[in-house]
């Protein structure tokens, strides 16, 4: 049987219509139509039907799966639907299939022009001697019509409810787009829209959702015996679906099929009865749907994913509201390729299991992140992302942080926008105070340690931390006295500006309240009492790490539409710092690992053993430890890498970590930044002016 085109001529179709119109009031119970009206009907709907004629009939705009990868394009993370649909042309679908859908659906498919009249009379005819209501006149043009009506997102629900509506008018108008889609689009192609739009059962909607979840196959692999079962399962795809429903039915509804191709000779009868013998493996499997199905379940892909979902939900391109882009993710179709490394997602979720186990209260969440860019690489905790029961199962965002969770405080890791204040108003690394075991300040503070009403913070170590310290040494040694006393000097409120700009977002309440009208005062600010998340810290310090420029996180690194069309994704970056600031805050940062910076000031740190880790190549970071040891953190930097991780029970904050746990939370953040990198040779940072070191 050879398909035809369009070339229906325009007077064809008008006597088409006026002949369906009078056989719609029979089979509709419509009292008899004059045929003269019929006919003027029919002219005045010519002239106006192609303008009437919806544009979603010629293009429909179904459902697709959006599929999302790890950043090398192939690893599958996960996928997002609310219908397991992946559109496919015709030339992607096996002979055999077309056959079979037109045999079971539609036998005279190339012989009539949208409505089949010869078969909508022997319809009527078989159903009169029955009795029982017309039925089986429905082609596969009008079945295309009422699909894509009744699944239009761009509808209404009322205006989807009416285009399955048993109404002679909603009978009439399906009559009249499908004698008009005819007109309009070639045989092959409402074939092919057919195939891709209808269900097929079991969640499964279009041919490629069908030919995958029922035999594991493409729809060009198809054969003649799965493609008759698959074309058999329409008329009642619940229930027919061999996976889902009855097998048997499934079977007898392959045999009609079959029986059906070999009458309209699309088959021979050798084939037919090969076909029916042939022994189906239903081989198989559903799409993963969304972050709880994510792969990698050990390694926790599922906080990334769950990151990637927020931060889709964040892009406007997608969407005017949150609602609209959450459904464009899960009907859009799109392909993202995201920035995760899955190897190095494995690494950081080890070295946290290595801390702390998957059940332990306590978790070490880990971010990594890329200077300069913005990508995020991994984010890993020991944790599995589920909801089901047991303290190793969780959805909360514990690395990246979200409503309600607002991270954690990492102490002395906030020196560092003291310092960056320090350098740009014009203060040298050179910079000395003596820093005593107990500093009394200008501020005033009612807490248990105030020195006569006054702010009045001490050194965790005074025999190692107290004396004469310059940034590089007080730094190297975390001297909260002199980097107290440092802010006195260039004003909390300016530290606290240069938090903002690299990127801390004082999400708590408290915080938040305390910046904007406290900032002026709030002299332990340097101290790290700010909640903030791993990926948020990692973020700031790829900030210095890249010689000033912050770069909001990203995860995703390309998009592609159900078309195949690039959808912008670019890095939100901008120069927050000068580059020599950024570059002398990197020297003093040198100190806590154990390396000795550009002028050799450094005289020691609090992570030495990560200067070991990185095979002594160019690193730098900072250790902060709360106060009673609530958390711990390290953070650690490369030019072309950092990783962020802190210490915390995030349900209970009176539960303190200890400061036993402080070195092993240097060395796990240290082994994850060393897989970062790589073993090879790596950037080296740039030095700083001797400007900005020594002043003068």
Not at 171 to 197: C, D
Not at 372 to 382: I, P, Q, R, S
Not at 475 to 501: C, D, H, I, M, W
Request: overall charge neutral.
């Amino acid at each position: 049987m050879t398909p035809e085109g369009t070339g229906h001529g325009r007077g064809s179709a008008l006597g088409r219509l006026g002949g369906v119109l009078i056989l719609i009031g029979v089979l509709v119970g419509v009292a008899a139509i004059p045929t003269g009206a019929v006919l003027i009907s029919a002219a005045h709907w010519s002239e106006q039907q192609r303008a009437d004629l919806p544009a979603q009939l010629l293009n429909p705009p179904t459902a697709q799966v959006t599929r999302v990868y790890a950043s090398d394009g192939k690893t599958l993370i996960t996928t997002f639907y609310d219908e397991d649909r992946h559109d496919v042309t015709l030339g992607q679908i096996a002979p055999v299939m077309q056959q079979a859908i037109v045999a079971a659906e539609d036998v005279r498919y190339y012989q009539h022009g949208g409505v089949d009249l010869k078969g909508a009379v022997r319809a009527l005819v078989a159903d009169a001697r029955r009795g029982a209501a017309a039925q089986g006149a429905s082609t596969l043009t009008m079945q295309v019509v009422r699909n894509v009506l009744k699944d239009d997102p761009t509808l209404t629900p009322a205006e989807r409810a009416a285009a399955t509506a048993d109404t002679p008018e909603r009978k009439l108008k399906e009559v009249q787009y499908a004698l008009e889609l005819e007109q309009r689009l070639s045989k092959q192609q409402i074939l092919q829209n057919y195939l891709n739009i209808v269900y097929f059962g079991d969640g499964g909607y279009g041919i490629e959702a069908a030919a995958r979840r029922i035999f594991g196959v493409t729809p060009a692999r198809l054969d003649l015996a799965q493609a008759a079962m698959i074309a058999g399962i329409v008329q009642s795809p619940d229930a027919d679906n061999p996976l889902s429903g009855d097998r048997s039915k499934a079977k007898a509804r392959q045999l009609y099929v079959l029986g059906a191709m070999q009458k309209a000779g699309m088959i021979t009868a050798a084939q037919q009865r090969t076909a029916a013998a042939e022994k189906l493996t239903f081989a198989g499997t559903a799409p993963p749907n969304g972050c709880m199905d994510a792969a990698g379940t050990a390694d926790g892909w599922g906080f990334f994913c769950d990151y990637v979902r927020t931060w889709f939900d964040a892009q406007p391109q997608f969407g005017s509201t949150v609602a609209e882009r959450d459904t464009a993710l899960r009907r859009g179709g799109y392909t993202i390729v995201t920035t995760l490394d899955p190897d190095l997602q494995h690494t950081a979720a080890a070295e946290s299991r290595s801390v702390y186990g998957l059940t332990s209260k306590k978790v070490l969440p880990i971010a990594v992140v890329q200077p300069g860019t913005g990508k995020v690489l991994a984010l890993a905790v020991n944790r599995h992302y589920s909801t089901a029961k047991g303290t190793q199962n969780t959805v909360n965002p514990l690395v990246s942080g979200g409503p309600k969770l607002y991270g954690y405080p990492s102490g002395s890791t906030f020196k560092m926008f003291t310092m960056l204040a320090a350098l740009e108003a014009g203060m040298p690394l050179d910079t000395g105070f003596d820093a005593p075991a107990k500093l009394r300040t200008e501020w005033p503070d009612n807490g248990p340690d105030n020195c006569g009403g006054k702010y009045c913070p001490g050194n965790a170590n005074p025999g190692w931390m107290d004396g004469y310290r310059t940034m590089w040494t007080g730094f190297g040694r975390s001297v909260n006295t002199y980097f107290v006393r440092l802010e006195e000097q260039v004003g909390p409120a300016a530290a606290v500006a240069e938090a903002k700009k690299l990127g801390i977002a004082f999400a708590n309440p408290a915080d938040a309240e305390m910046a904007k009208t406290g900032a002026g005062s709030w002299g332990s600010f340097t101290l790290g009492v700010v909640d903030t998340t791993p990926l948020e810290l990692a973020s700031a310090y790829a900030t210095v790490a890249a010689e000033g420029t912050y770069c909001r996180p990203l995860p995703v690194q390309s998009i592609t539409d159900a078309h195949g069309q690039s959808v912008a994704v670019t890095s939100t970056c901008k120069q927050v710092l000068d580059p020599d600031v950024a570059r002398a805050a990197t020297d003093a940062a040198r100190c806590p690992v154990g390396q000795r910076g550009t002028f050799g000031e450094c005289d020691g740190g609090t992570a030495t053993q990560v200067n070991s880790i990185m095979g002594r190549r160019p690193v730098a970071g900072k250790t902060g430890s709360t106060e009673d040891h609530r958390t711990e953190t390290f953070v650690g930097f490369t030019a072309t890498a950092v990783a962020a991780g802190i210490a915390a029970d995030p349900a209970n904050p009176s539960d303190l970590v200890g400061s036993a746990v402080e070195a092993d939370v240097v060395t796990a953040v240290g082994r994850v930044l060393r897989a970062a990198v790589g073993d090879g040779d790596y950037a080296g940072f740039t030095p700083p002016s001797e400007q900005i070191a020594y002043g003068g």
